[in-house]
């Protein structure tokens, strides 16, 4: 069985002594609970992608002492009404992501949101000069309407989306069910009407600002040696054989570096077929632009759209990603509930039928990734995924799976005790 200890760590932030534990992911209660093993379970849209099985365990959780370290801390929220939807339209003036002028993910001032975010997501310098042609074609890609979505295109239209903090996962130039799903969560964002295929209606909204039009969405990037000299391993199925890993380090260069630039491995090396991806090189990358910055009162899990709505204080709906919210055979708790701790690099704890428990130690290939936001229903929360190409395409056993940037990014802003709505 999983359960998901920090083996340092794990509070609430007001200052109470905690159980945070994995199950149906992981969760964070003032008592003792039960979890269930969020192994994934393939779905047939799943199945070239992955030979996962599903198993099941049970286990109690030990109650654990978190540091400052791990806990980010903010003020309780006033709780909205659980029924409401939200705003249907947010501010252009700040929802969407400034312009990056060669540095991404770089937030100014000292306050607690920039702190935490420059603290969990990486600075990005890059450049864009001498970029090839296949980068220049997509960053002057514009989309007619009755045109087909080319690779090229459709590279634009996901970091338009990304950048106006719809996320669509990871970047592949694709035109496919994350990416539809951005678009309808920026259209209900704005406004406009909801549609299956992207209309004019929708581009114009989301090219009108000129400055953020005229972000490259790929660039050059020089890799370091902090890019390549990382600490790889090879993951193994069995549990115990995980938890004497010094880490769940990633598998490969190419995996960190796609992970880091909120792309697919495939498109990464698909830009890059020459590249022995070694320090000094320069590389082709998709610009992640900024997050959110605005501080999240609550979240919306939807089920139907597969797709986790976060709001701030006066309601107004300032991100989105998509997600993975339960299964048939294993569904999300209903109703709401609110966020009871948060930590960065948790460790996951299997818990054998024998009663042997082994902790897999934390890093991005952990069952939940590098965040478990737990919640106030025990068993349950908000967490990262090893597999980010698999979010929306897999099932989980109760909890909201994100990719691991997303699950930083909404780690940095999400404010304790905010609600969480299952729907």
């Known amino acids: 069985m999983y359960q998901l200890t920090k083996i340092s760590t794990a509070l609430l932030a007001i200052g109470l002594s905690t159980t945070v534990f994995i199950g149906q992911s992981v969760a ?6 039960t979890a269930t093993d969020e192994s994934t379970a393939v779905t047939p849209e799943d199945t070239q992608a992955t030979n996962e099985t599903t198993t099941t365990n049970t286990a109690n959780v030990p109650n654990q002492v978190a540091t400052n370290r791990d806990i980010i801390n903010g003020a309780i929220p006033n709780k ?4 409401m939807l939200g705003k249907a339209v947010r501010d252009d003036a700040t929802d969407m992501s400034p312009v990056t002028n060669g540095v991404s993910q770089k937030l100014t001032g000292n306050s607690k949101t920039a702190v935490s ?5 990486p600075t990005i310098k890059y450049s864009t000069e001498n970029l090839p ?18 690779r090229n295109t459709g590279t634009k239209l996901q970091a338009l989306l990304n950048w106006q903090h719809s996320g669509v996962g990871p970047v592949d130039g694709y035109w496919g069910k994350n990416t539809r799903k951005a678009m309808q969560a920026f259209q209900k964002a704005k406004g406009l009407t909801v549609t299956e295929t992207l209309n004019n209606e929708t581009w114009q909204a989301l090219t ?7 972000q490259p969405v790929l660039v050059s990037y020089q890799l370091s040696e902090a890019d390549v000299n990382i600490k790889t391993t090879t993951i193994p199925a069995a549990a115990k054989e995980k938890a004497k890993l010094e880490g769940m380090y990633y598998e490969s260069v190419i995996e960190g570096l796609a992970e880091k630039f909120h792309i697919s491995e495939k498109y990464l090396k698909a830009l890059n077929p020459n590249a022995s991806f070694s320090a000094g090189e320069t590389i082709i990358v998709y610009n992640p632009g900024n997050p959110n910055t605005k501080a999240v009162s609550r979240v919306v899990a939807d089920r139907t759209t597969e797709t986790l709505y976060a709001y701030d204080a006066q309601d107004n709906l300032v ?6 919210v339960g299964s048939t055979a294993t569904p999300s708790p209903t109703g709401t509930h609110t966020v009871a ?22 890093g991005p290939n952990n069952p939940v990734g590098m965040v478990w936001i737990g ?7 908000i967490h990262g995924s090893p597999d980010p190409a698999r979010i929306s395409r897999q099932a989980s056993a109760g909890c909201v799976r994100l990719t691991n940037w997303d699950a930083l990014a909404l780690l940095g802003v999400i404010q304790n005790g905010a609600t969480v709505t299952f729907k």
């Open 133 to 150: 042609a296949t980068a220049q074609k997509v960053n002057a890609a514009n989309w007619q309407a009755g045109a087909d979505i080319d």
């Open 80 to 83: 909205p009404n659980p029924n």
């Open 117 to 121: 975010l420059n603290k969990f997501l």
């Open 341 to 362: 701790v948060k930590v960065h690099e948790p460790n996951y704890t299997y818990t054998a039928d024998d009663g042997s428990k082994a902790i897999i130690p934390p």
């Open 375 to 381: 919640l106030s229903k025990p068993s349950y929360g």
């Open 319 to 324: 991100a989105s990603y998509p997600t993975t």
């Open 28 to 33: 964070a209660t003032t008592e003792n609970m």
């Open 208 to 214: 009108k600002n000129d400055k953020l039009l005229a």
